[in-house]
């Protein structure tokens, strides 16, 4: 298990916070549903980051992960490590020392999980807790001590002095957890602690990604909930479910919308090592980002329906523009085969007219590999490539 800095990760990284068990709880969030958007940040991202402790505390991660331990080996899914752990049997330590409500659970099953984190983790970033802690913390407090953040206007009806001492408990915990900030929202808050609850949760991630310096990836319904405060935090937007896009791409080259659940995760790891799977990958990034970069940075909910709309109509610019770069290119390839056959048989008959047919054919068939090794060389229809390997893979499942 390589112990190494975040920056010695290169390529696009998500940050894939639906792998936490608080998450899977609040947004209803199930093995099956889990296990497709996986796949798809397979075929999206380089690499997806986790956070060591959402494999301890998700059971459905943790199986996810068992089931599947090349995701691990490959690099594909990339665990934290705090930098004061040898390995994960010291992070299971630590956390139990600091009375983490997540870890004090059956020990046994702790320590299975760490051992397989151990045996099959090909690496592990290392991080310091502390600034993380303290940032996470102060922003709380800030926010609720400011009468015109996000927060308090979502807390406006609660007493001024049930949030003074929420403050004040708040700013004086030195290990402040979600299950912290959960019990003490339902001791001062009363019907509004699920405000402090998705709030605090929100900025979990929000942390979690900056410190791993990935693209956080967050549930459709935790974006649209906090989309002002992750807004105003990162003046952008952030990634959500991709998969409506994804579906577009398969829509328009008639692919079963049951391929990522047909495919395994085996499969889908060897096909990322193609290389028209990692220019794709390059691709799709670019158009999510200039799609971002273009729009309008607004939290109204009317203008993010709008967006997503937007980008829908790219990819399928952007798919037709490919369709017809491709038929041109096959019309040539077309001719240039023909022309090679016929050039070829010339030459064969020339130099030996004994050739026989099955001869012919055979020099035909290594000149239209490389033809398509061509089109795979000149660009421009990365998507298109990928649909036409799915579609090769449709037929082998």
């Known amino acids: 298990m390589k112990k190494i800095n975040i920056n010695e990760i290169k390529g696009f990284k998500v940050y894939f916070t639906e792998a936490d068990s608080l998450g899977q709880f609040l947004y209803g969030i199930h093995k099956e549903e889990l296990v497709l958007k996986l796949k798809l940040w397979l075929l999206l991202s380089d690499h997806i980051m986790l956070a060591g402790s959402q494999i301890f505390e998700s059971e459905i991660t943790a199986n996810i992960l068992k089931e599947n331990p090349l995701l691990l080996k490959t690099g594909a899914v990339v665990p934290d490590l705090r930098d004061e752990c040898q390995d994960f049997f010291d992070f299971v330590k630590l956390k139990r020392e600091e009375r983490d409500p997540g870890f004090q659970k059956d020990l046994g099953k702790l320590m299975e999980i760490a051992d397989f984190l151990n045996e099959h983790a090909y690496q592990v970033v290392l991080w310091s807790a502390q600034p993380i802690r303290e940032s996470f913390r102060d922003t709380i407090v800030k926010d609720l001590l400011d009468k015109n953040s996000v927060l308090r206007r979502k807390l406006i009806g609660v007493e001024i002095d049930s949030l003074q001492k929420l403050i004040w408990e708040l700013g004086n915990t ?90 395994t995760i085996p499969v889908i790891l060897e096909l990322r090592k193609e290389e028209i799977v990692k220019r794709f990958r390059t691709k799709w ?113």
């Open 174 to 263: 030195v290990l402040l957890s979600r299950k912290v900030i959960t019990d003490l929202a339902e001791k001062y808050l009363g019907r509004k602690k699920m405000v402090l609850v998705k709030y605090a949760n929100i900025l979990y991630y929000l942390w979690g990604a900056a410190h791993l310096e990935s693209e956080p990836v967050l549930h459709y319904e935790a974006f649209t909930w906090g989309r002002e405060k992750i807004i105003t935090t990162f003046k952008t937007l952030v990634r959500t479910d991709e998969l409506p896009l994804f579906q577009i791409v398969l829509d328009e080259f008639g692919i079963s919308d049951r391929i990522l659940e047909k495919l």
């Open 285 to 397: 990034f670019k158009l999510i980002k200039q799609a971002k970069k273009d729009s309008k940075v607004s939290y109204d909910l009317t203008e993010l329906q709008n967006l997503e709309f937007k980008m829908m109509d790219i990819i399928r610019e952007v798919i037709g523009e490919e369709k017809r770069k491709r038929r041109k290119f096959q019309k040539a390839r077309k001719w240039l085969s023909i022309s090679s056959f016929i050039t070829s048989v010339m030459t064969s008959f020339v130099t030996n007219p004994a050739i026989g047919l099955a001869t012919l054919l055979i020099e035909l068939a290594t000149i239209d590999p490389f033809l398509a090794a061509l089109e795979r060389k000149l660009g421009g229809t990365e998507i298109s490539l990928l649909a036409t390997r799915l579609q090769d893979l449709v037929y082998d499942v």
